[in-house]
């Protein structure tokens, strides 16, 4: 199953309303695997198959957070962000920072984790600034969490050959 298809099963974006989207890791840039499906998404969101550098925002944060201490020191040359910001996202669980895809939104996301435990996504939701505020997350954040667990779920039962954990 594809990413974007399994994106699709576990995330309809009708249930928060903000634009949502998963980012797979592939080395220093993550490859937008699926786009928000908002009627009021904007027109400059991101494409499907885009990729972008992890040098700033919420899902460079979780993608680097759990990553080997070499992958982190690499990732840190040239972030906006630090070594102190990763591990408070570990610590958290989850990033909020400005949408690196579209300049003016902010997003929040979280890991998505197959196998132990092992990060090889990020699904993150995002908007403009006045829907996406702490009390917002605080009522959209169990559903994405959920849609995480059953994204890595699906992912991890379409590639049911023992993945490096």
Known sequence: MSPTAATDRAFPAARTGPGAGT???AGPYR???????DPTDRADRAPVGTARALTGGAVALVLLAWEEPEEIFAGLRGARFTAAHLSQVRRRGWARGADAMVPGEVAYAVPVRIGAGRVVAALSVSGEPDRMDPVAFRRFGAP?????????????????????D
Do not use: E, I, K, Y
């Not at 994405?144 to 490096?164: E, M």
């Open 31 to 37: 490859p937008v695997a699926s786009a928000g499906a």
């Open 144 to 164: 994405v969490f959920d849609a995480a667990n059953r994204l890595g779920d699906l992912l991890q039962q379409s590639h049911p050959a023992p993945v490096r």
């Open 23 to 25: 980012r797979p890791t």
